[in-house]
């Protein structure tokens, strides 16, 4: 895997100075734009002028200048007379009430450049502007503007995790540089989890001298790796000193960025206990988890006081590092199995007059919630904190759906939305097969784009309760911060300018041509993004009256020269242009890819169509499928298009415990040599592999005998997502009617997260040749 991924960042820059539009083509948008008359001219004259309090950001925009014109530009002293062809920072008096605290004015003349805020955090974001225009300034020279912007949400996140894969310090700085280009303002720092901590704590240093190594185990697949053995070494992990914590904070808040920490309880809290065992219920050591763990069982004793001792000792060093108003706390995937079983607990429960377990968890977050109150900070946790009752002044962090964002603005507390579906940037952002490994999903550019972080059925009161979005960096299958930069960018770009721009300016084909001007900012500024929106996608029609295929083919960049080809080979500059959809009346393999310059951006889009026997013929199912797993309609089994490794790619007919039986009827009596049916096995979403294939055919649809059958050797418990091909090869002569059962395992096996619950079987294809 980590072969394919680097080979991915070798992909050359094809844009330099190509695809460059201007320097108006802003990310993100801000909320008006007016074109003036002339321009004006950098040169080593220009200086900064503006009063004494904003000195430090006329050094920080002097550096800015400095990095892409490769002058530094003076500062007038205070009490001079500026000369002319200056870029002037100031602050309004009075407060200017439409920039808000965070809004400017950039004002761009032929002899002076303005930038006015309320207060420093807008003159930084004018600064930000300002950057963004001068990479397209050719020969330092701006057109005149004026620009008024100020972002429509006040919380404008980028989490990261550091405990699944530690990151070294200095990548995050520039994960802050970064967010500043992108007027982002939070950084959601996740130090600690199952897999390790990662924060110093002085009062107790086995967090980190324990808690911060694990096992190394990198070479398994994530959900593949045992716990520690007796005996075996802790190798892998890391840690940042307190020293390294302020010195980011500091740096973070000089670029207008709150780094909230999350110390997770009750439960992602293996690597504390693997440190302190005592104050798990059972008290046993299991070690800091290599790998994943599910269901999260190994959590905090809720009925130990030591418990909130500890957690109040570890929070109050926390606070000290970091100002942040939020502490985050977790409270995400806490199995209840062990307090369950905890006579401690149980004798909470019962003190307390808590009805069971949730209302349990909630005693203990708002226990906490009280602490942190006190000392001023408010807590902020994922969406489970509703289970059980809300405590009082917290805030949600709503990641399963909205669902949970929703309920907690109805209630009046305040929301950050970060929905799995658009926010989760762990996961696949282009088709898997060209993408490095992920943990699954599928959320494009275009996707993210399309957020929308004030659910519809909120009144315009309970929408003011949400804060703004995010979007999340689990680390699971993210090892390195090269990888993190890939998973973040573009994304990252789309959902700034959801949080940041108007939502009526929100416009998809606009962006994506803006977005060729900031992939060549990223290039200047050694962003390692993904290309994955230059891939190209295929949508296979089928025509059932002629029994072919049209095939279109889109990508989510502007404008886009594609080029394809049917005979299997690599597209090259001199292939056929695409321009409209292409008739398939033969089994073909087609491939695409996107031209810059002459050159293909990505590997190319390789999909099969195959125009066997049975396309478009009438299929009858014994059992429904699911109707929420139809695929593309009815005839989803027979329209020549084999699924991918992803049971969602609209290719897929899913069966909930019952078995596929499926007739197809051929229309005519023919002769066939073979019959091939395309099944997948996605154990994390229940589904697995048919037991056996069995393959009957009949000449009148009642007697039917049978052409063979097959089986396979692939495992429950393989942790990939497979697809396998049941051929069953025999030929038989007039066949009219072909009866394929692809028999379900019924039930999810022992030692599986569903064992013993419902098991699903998914079948994408059934090729009659
Ligand atoms: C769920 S999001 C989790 C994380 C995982 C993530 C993977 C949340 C609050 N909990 O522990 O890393 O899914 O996408």
């Known amino acids: 895997m980590k072969i394919r991924f680097f080979s991915l960042l070798l992909v050359i820059s094809v844009f330099a100075g190509k695809l460059f539009a201007g320097p108006l083509d802003l990310v993100p948008l801000p909320a008006s734009i007016q074109k003036g008359e002339g321009e004006f001219e950098f040169s080593p004259q220009t200086a900064f002028f503006g009063e004494p309090g904003l000195t430090s950001l006329m050094e920080y925009g002097g550096r800015m200048v400095a990095s892409k014109l490769g002058f530094v530009p003076g500062i007038v002293p205070a009490g001079a007379i500026p000369g002319s062809a200056m870029i002037r920072l100031q602050l309004s008096a009075p407060f200017d009430g439409q920039l808000g605290t965070e809004g400017y004015l950039l004002k761009i003349m032929p002899r002076e450049i303005l930038i006015r805020a309320n207060l420093p955090a807008g003159v930084f974001y004018g600064l930000q502007t300002l950057g963004q225009m001068l990479d397209g ?9 004026t620009i008024t912007d100020h972002p429509r949400f006040s919380y404008r996140g980028m989490h990261i ?57 990198e070479e398994l697949h994530w959900n593949s790796r045992p716990l520690i053995r007796p005996g075996e070494k802790t190798t892998y992990g890391g840690f940042y000193t307190q020293e390294e914590v302020k010195a980011l904070v500091q740096y973070a808040r000089e670029r207008y960025v709150t780094i909230i920490p999350e110390i997770e309880m009750p439960a992602h809290a293996m690597a504390a206990l693997a440190a302190y065992p005592e104050l798990s219920c059972t008290g046993i050591y299991q070690g800091v988890a290599p790998g994943g763990v599910w269901p999260i069982t190994h959590i905090f004793c809720a009925g130990k006081e030591e418990t909130f001792g500890f957690l109040e ?16 706390v977790g409270g995400d995937e806490a199995d209840k199995t062990e307090w369950k079983k905890c006579p401690l607990c149980q004798k909470r429960i019962k003190e307390e007059g808590l009805k069971e377990e949730h209302e349990l968890q909630s005693y203990f977050i708002t226990r906490v919630e009280k602490f942190l109150s006190a000392h001023g900070r408010k807590l902020l946790g994922w969406d489970e904190i509703l289970e059980g009752g809300l405590a009082p002044e917290a805030s949600v962090m709503s990641w399963r759906g909205e669902e949970g964002g929703i309920a907690a603005a109805k209630m009046g507390h305040t929301v950050v939305m970060t929905p799995g579906s658009h926010c989760y940037f762990d996961y696949y952002q282009g088709d898997p097969s060209l993408e490095p490994l992920a943990i699954g999903g599928l959320t494009t550019l275009k996707k993210v784009y399309s957020f929308e972080p004030v659910p519809a059925v909120l009144t315009e009161k309970e ?23 890939y998973m973040a960018f573009p994304r990252l770009a789309a959902l700034a300018e959801v949080v940041w721009s108007p939502k009526e300016s929100r416009n998809w084909d606009d962006f994506s041509r803006r977005m060729n001007s900031q992939y060549l900012r990223y290039e200047k500024a050694g962003i390692r993004y993904a290309r994955s929106a230059f891939q190209v996608w295929s949508h296979p029609r089928l025509l059932p009256e002629t029994k072919t295929l049209e095939v279109a083919f889109t990508t989510e960049v502007s404008n886009p020269e594609i080029r394809y080809t049917l005979d299997g080979t690599d597209p090259t500059v001199s292939s056929p242009l695409y321009t409209a959809p292409v008739a398939i009346d033969r089994s073909v393999v087609a491939k695409a890819a996107v031209f810059v310059d002459g050159k293909s951006v990505t590997a190319p889009l390789s999909r099969q169509f195959y125009l066997h026997k049975a396309v478009a013929c009438p299929v009858t199912l014994k059992y429904p499928n699911s109707l929420k797993y139809d695929g593309s309609g009815e005839y989803t089994l027979v329209d020549g298009v084999k699924g991918s490794a992803n049971f969602n790619d609209g290719n897929w007919k899913g069966f909930y415990k019952d078995d596929m039986v499926a007739t197809i009827d051929l229309g005519k009596a023919v002769g066939i040599q073979s019959v091939e049916t395309h099944a997948i096995q996605d154990v994390g979403s229940w589904i697995f592999m048919p037991k056996e294939v069995v393959v009957e055919v009949s000449a009148d649809g009642q007697n039917f005998r049978k052409l063979g059958s097959v089986t396979h050797k692939i495992p429950v418990t393989a942790a990939e997502k497979l697809t396998h091909d049941f051929l069953v090869k025999k030929s038989a002569k007039k066949v009219r009617y072909v009866r394929v059962t692809a028999r379900n395992l019924g039930i999810c096996p022992p030692g599986h997260a569903g064992a013993g619950k419902g098991a699903h ?3 994408s294809e059934i090729v009659v040749d």
């Not at 003011?464 to 930069?485: C, D, F, R, V």
């Open 463 to 485: 929408g003011k309760m949400i804060l703004g979005a995010q979007g999340n960096h689990w680390t699971e299958y993210i090892s390195t911060p090269e990888h993190l930069e």
């Open 137 to 145: 300034a050719e020969g330092g020279k701006l057109p005149a503007v």
């Open 761 to 763: 079987l998914f079948v």
């Open 313 to 328: 000792d570890v929070l109050t060093e926390t606070m000290a590092l970091f100002p942040s108003t939020f502490i985050h």
């Open 161 to 217: 995790d550091v405990a699944r894969h530690f990151m070294p310090i200095e990548s995050l700085y520039r994960f802050v540089d970064y967010l500043a280009m992108h007027k982002m303002n939070v950084l959601h720092w996740h130090l600690v989890d199952d897999q390790g901590w990662r924060l110093e704590i002085k009062k107790y240093p086995k967090l980190t001298e324990v808690g911060a190594w694990r096992v190394d185990r």
